[in-house]
């Protein structure tokens, strides 16, 4: 099908579903109740980071070309030595089971079904094991959440990603400690602490063993105290690399010094991320510092970004900047609590498509033209 006949489709296939990020977020709101939908749409400190996220888009225009003949358009990128059909990946979200009883099962089926690769947060309501035999043959990534406590529980849930067919681990490493959050403070919620985000804790042999009793307060307890890792530093990811085979991705990278000491470590691939402006109030917009880290890390690995994107054309920018791939967070959150798996299947059909048009649009018949695409900045 040609990009023009899969437009038509998505036209019709959105009638009755929230459309751009606003439409989406307050369909959110009406369907959720004030502390999960707070826990989701806010962020850390004044909020300063997370409206600089998406400002920040603003800065770079498209400089288009034309009469390039745009009949075909070829969006696949390599990672690490997998092929995968379009440059746009899930981010990492935990307890999806407060935005939709089917969690993420319903985003991971609807990541599957488009073939979006599929980054499965540490603090997932539903287990490794669980999602991958609901989702046979699709591309599936680990984010892991370093335990503290035990780091045995981190190189348990690293094999098992492995056992499970998942192409990479992702660590994360700008949440040692989580960021100061005024409207959970508000709302009095934590997830964690009312029980959300076991899924791969529960089932994990090496932590249920250690504890001393199996009872929701245990389990809440230790799950809190092995998340808090204010400790976490580059002997770890030594420690982790000699755990697994896999290609270790760092989440969380914003300085280009520290871009530069991961490809010295020997990083396989970074993700540029702020956390959507959820960790440290006040640092530099995601796409602000994209492009000091693609020009420290000069192509040798691969660099992924996420932060602030809402729609197509931000992914093309981001790709125009440097990025290898994009991850998408809070719009596919919101489409699963309006709509569980169809409505995250409709925010990522439009996403792919206009990420699809804009690409044309723009001149471009392939990433490489992407990268090559000119941006000016205000
Ligand atoms: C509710 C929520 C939970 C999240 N949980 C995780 C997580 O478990 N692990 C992780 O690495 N990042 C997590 N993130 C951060 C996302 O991976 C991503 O960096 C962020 O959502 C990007 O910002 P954006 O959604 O504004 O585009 C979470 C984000 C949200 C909104
Ligand atoms: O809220 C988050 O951003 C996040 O990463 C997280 C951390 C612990 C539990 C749930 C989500």
Redesign the pocket.
């Known amino acids: 099908m040609s990009t023009n006949d899969l437009l038509l489709k998505s036209i019709e296939a959105s009638k009755h579903y929230p459309i751009n990020f606003t439409e989406l977020e307050a369909a959110a709101k009406q369907a959720l109740e004030p502390g999960p939908f707070g826990?989701i749409r806010s962020s850390a400190g004044g909020e300063e980071t997370y409206r600089k996220n998406t400002d920040s888009f603003y800065k770079y225009s498209i400089i288009p070309r034309f009469l390039t003949d745009v009949s075909t358009l070829n969006t696949e990128v390599t990672i690490l030595g997998h092929t995968y059909p379009h440059p746009l990946f899930i981010a990492p979200v935990?307890?999806n089971k407060i935005a939709h009883e089917d969690g993420e099962l319903a985003v991971s089926k609807a990541a599957a079904k488009l073939e979006f690769p599929y980054i499965q947060?540490t603090?997932s309501s539903y287990s490794i094991e669980e999602i991958a035999a609901e989702t046979k043959g699709s591309s599936k990534w680990f984010q892991l959440?370093w335990s503290s406590q035990q780091k045995e529980v981190s190189f348990s849930m690293v094999r098992r990603a492995e056992a499970a067919g998942y192409k990479a681990i992702v660590l994360?490493v700008d949440?040692t400690m989580?960021g100061w959050r005024e409207e959970d403070i508000r709302n009095q919620y934590s997830?964690?602490k009312r029980g959300?985000?076991q899924g791969n804790y529960v089932s994990d042999p090496v932590f249920m063993s250690a504890l001393n009793d199996h009872s929701q307060e245990t389990i809440v307890h230790k799950i809190i105290e092995n998340?808090y890792h204010p400790t976490l530093n580059w002997t770890n990811i030594s420690e982790l690399r000699e755990h697994t085979t896999l290609p270790i991705l760092i989440k969380g990278i914003l300085h280009p010094e520290d871009a530069k000491l991961a490809v010295e470590k020997g990083i396989d691939g970074i993700i540029v991320s702020n956390?959507?402006g959820?960790?440290l109030d006040g640092v530099i917009a995601s796409i602000d510092a994209l492009p000091a880290v693609v020009q420290a890390v000069n192509g040798r690995i691969p660099i992924l970004f996420d932060s602030g994107i809402r729609r197509g054309s931000d992914a093309v920018k981001a790709l125009a900047l440097g990025a290898t791939a994009v991850c998408i967070g809070r719009p596919v959150i919101w489409g699963l609590a309006s709509g569980g798996q169809e409505g995250v299947e409709r925010v990522l059909e439009n996403f792919l498509q206009e990420t699809r048009v804009s690409i044309s649009l723009s001149g471009a018949r392939n990433l490489e033209e992407v990268q090559n695409l000119q941006l000016f900045k205000d």
């Open positions: 826990y935990g307890v947060s603090v959440y994360t949440t989580l997830p964690l959300f985000g998340i956390h959507g959820r960790q």
